[in-house]
T-cell receptor, first 112, second 113 residues
Framework: NAGVMQNPRHLVRRRGQEARLRCSPMKGHSHVYWYRQLPEEGLKFMVYLQKENIIDESGMPKERFSAEFPKEGPSILRIQQVVRGDSAAYFC??????????FGPGTRLLVL | KQEVTQIPAALSVPEGENLVLNCSFTDSAIYNLQWFRQDPGKGLTSLLLIQSSQREQTSGRLNASLDKSSGRSTLYIAASQPGDSATYLCAVTPTGTASKLTFGTGTRLQVTL
């Protein structure tokens, strides 16, 4: 059973471009969570999704950020018009129903 | 609003020492508490999970305790090794559902030869 997969592992974007981060949960997991780790800071919750539903987006910035978890395919975290302050490591986690969250290796976004 | 604090922020110990990492949280209404390990540039590895009804969990050289009423948890590492060098994070899940985790800022541990 492969773990949580995230791609790309590293992403470089110029200011104003779009960033798309993908997360494939572990097999059998229907719950996905996104967290952001800013440089020298702790991980902060962004959004919690189930298939085709956003359950809790209380940690998502109000603008430019969106997330989806379609019926088929990976979960996508989309950042429009990136700014330098978006540079961070973005981690995805998945869980079966409720219980332990398993984390992916993260995507490190660098905005130039 | 739940806040999680970890002390110390950094710790350096010689190989073989036993050590304790501390985690405190402000809201005792938690579903569970987890300890993670994060290696530089890598993801998170779950070390131990303690349910709110439990007092401690053990895995190998690791022992985690939970005192929910006082809002504290400790991670005890016995006979430390250089391979234990990493950042250790604690995280709590709010009561009622295993949804978002609130993380502490971590303790950066270095075990020297």
């Amino acid at each position: 059973n492969a773990g949580v997969m995230q791609n790309p592992r590293h992403l470089v974007r110029r200011r104003g471009q779009e960033a798309r981060l993908r997360c494939s949960p572990m097999k059998g997991h229907s719950h996905v969570y996104w967290y952001r780790q800013l440089p020298e800071e702790g991980l902060k919750f962004m959004v919690y999704l189930q298939k085709e539903n956003i359950i809790d987006e209380s940690g998502m910035p109000k603008e430019r950020f969106s997330a989806e978890f379609p019926k088929e395919g990976p979960s996508i975290l989309r950042i429009q018009q990136v700014v330098r302050g978006d540079s961070a490591a973005y981690f995805c986690a998945s869980s079966p129903v409720t219980e332990t969250q398993y984390f992916g290796p993260g995507t490190r976004l660098l905005v130039l | 609003k739940q806040e999680v604090t970890q002390i110390p922020a950094a710790l350096s110990v010689p190989e073989g020492e036993n050590l304790v990492l501390n985690c405190s949280f402000t809201d005792s209404a938690i579903y569970n508490l987890q300890w993670f390990r994060q290696d530089p540039g890598k993801g998170l590895t779950s070390l131990l999970l303690i349910q709110s009804s439990q007092r401690e969990q053990t895995s190998g050289r690791l022992n985690a305790s939970l005192d929910k009423s006082s809002g504290r948890s400790t991670l005890y590492i016995a006979a430390s090794q250089p391979g234990d060098s990493a950042t250790y994070l604690c995280a709590v899940t709010p009561t009622g559902t295993a949804s978002k985790l609130t993380f502490g800022t971590g303790t950066r541990l270095q075990v020297t030869l």
